[in-house]
């Protein structure tokens, strides 16, 4: 049994914004009431970041068309006890996936945690 660190990214409509950092507050907003409404205030919302493929500059990922936006999101929640990083995987997208039902989530990074990292995000399924 192993504990690990999951990072999942999630893209999230936003309707009825102006600007990317409309879309970006209205996301992060909308996110983290879906996680509190299922007691899920140990995962970590952060905001994802794209890299330019011509220059491989780093920006926000936050697009925003007709009043319409796309924002990228990043999960990150520890998973104690899981038998593999398959079994993590899914035991993560599980409690994530139930505040945020029609939201695609993709594993962005997994890594097997060391015995002496502890800073409080976890979930055990």
Same mark, same amino acid.
């Given at each position: 049994?192993?504990?690990?660190?999951?990072?999942?990214?999630?893209?999230?409509?936003?309707?009825?914004?102006?600007?990317?950092?409309?879309?970006?507050?209205?996301?992060?907003?909308?996110?983290?009431?879906?996680?509190?409404?299922?007691?899920?205030?140990?995962?970590?919302?952060?905001?994802?970041?794209?890299?330019?493929?011509?220059?491989?500059?780093?920006?926000?990922?936050?697009?925003?068309?007709?009043? &319409? /936006?796309?924002?990228?999101?990043?999960?990150? !929640? @520890? %998973? =104690?006890?899981?038998?593999?990083? $398959?079994?993590? *995987?899914?035991?993560?997208?599980?409690? &994530? /996936?139930?505040?945020?039902?029609?939201?695609? !989530? @993709? %594993? =962005?990074?997994?890594?097997?945690? $060391?015995?002496? *990292?502890?800073?409080?995000?976890?979930?055990?399924?």
């Amino acid at each position: 049994m192993g504990d690990y660190l999951v990072v999942l990214e999630a893209p999230i409509i936003v309707r009825d914004v102006e600007t990317s950092e409309d879309a970006i507050n209205v996301a992060v907003s909308k996110v983290t009431k879906a996680l509190n409404r299922e007691k899920l205030d140990f995962v970590r919302v952060e905001l994802g970041y794209s890299q330019c493929p011509v220059c491989g500059a780093h920006f926000e990922s936050a697009f925003v068309i007709g009043n &319409v /936006g796309l924002v990228g999101m990043y999960l990150t !929640l @520890k %998973v =104690y006890n899981a038998q593999t990083i $398959e079994h993590a *995987e899914r035991i993560a997208k599980a409690v &994530v /996936g139930k505040a945020l039902k029609k939201v695609p !989530l @993709k %594993v =962005y990074e997994i890594r097997e945690l $060391e015995e002496d *990292e502890e800073d409080g995000i976890e979930a055990e399924l």
